[in-house]
């Protein structure tokens, strides 16, 4: 990403456009780049890279099946102005889509947040909108940064102050970024940032921990799911290695991973072998 001019930053997220993460995102980031601000129009925390295409209606209300008709490839995503930029009626990765696409101006970079809640784990980048949005754009090859803040146990009132901490490094990743080569290395940067009532302790390069449990258990008739793992960070007990990003954000330190999109297969050969002896 090199530069002439300051950046235009594309900011979205999937706690809703009225969130008071990415109003702090908007107010930092507008101090070294030209921010437009396209976000779901209500929280859609959790809905991973789910796309509104393919949600045709009729006039009625129903849902109407696919076919083969050239409309059926293209869908309404509705959306009303708002005081940031566009409230869209659609997911996180619909708002990366239309404002990469659709815009008078195409985003030099794209900013995701910044969400309530720390998002750890090799496992939470599908489940993310946040981390979503940002991946998203990563395979519309351009540059992202997904921003969150823990929030675990923190009990009050989150307002735009909260995230000062998480607008400054936004603003310095993006400020700073260009004429760097930082994104001719990577695709996006996942980031999360302490609770704002904890001391700082500076940022640590990390890889995303690929400790994961989930239990189920039936009781009483019915289905229960319990996340062991966030219990045992209100614990402050992960067995994370030190290198990974649940572990620096343990520590207090603002943990930055360095992401390319998935599902990239360096190596075909052996998994050829297995299936030509199996088919």
Known sequence: MELDSEPHVLLTNDDGI??????ALADALS????VTVVAPDRNRSAVGRSLSYGRTRSSTGDELSIDLSDSAFTV??????????????????????VGINA???????????CNSGANLGAYVFSRSGTVSAAMEAAFLETPAIAMSM???????????????????????????APGTGLFDRLDYLNVNVPRPDREPNG???????????????????????TNRLWQ????????????TDRHAL??????????????????????????????
């Open 18 to 23: 009225d969130a008071p993460g990415i109003r």
């Open 31 to 34: 101090t070294v780049g030209t």
């Open 76 to 97: 309404p995503v509705p959306h009303t102005d708002h005081e940031l930029g566009y409230a869209v009626d659609g997911t996180p990765c619909d708002c990366t889509i």
């Open 103 to 113: 815009l008078e101006s195409t985003p030099d970079i794209v900013v995701s947040g």
């Open 150 to 176: 823990d929030t675990l146990g923190y009990d009050k009132e989150l307002e735009p102050a909260d995230f000062e901490r998480a607008g400054e490094i936004a603003a310095a990743l993006v400020g700073g």
């Open 203 to 225: 940022f640590a390069v990390t890889r995303p921990t690929r400790v994961y449990e989930m239990d189920a258990t039936h009781e009483d008739g019915g289905f229960q799911l």
């Open 232 to 243: 045992q960070m209100a614990n402050r007990d992960i067995p994370d290695p030190e290198d």
């Open 250 to 279: 343990l520590e207090d330190q603002v943990s930055i991973s360095p992401l390319r999109v998935p599902f990239e297969v360096e190596n075909t050969s052996p998994v050829r072998n297995v299936l030509e002896d199996l088919l």
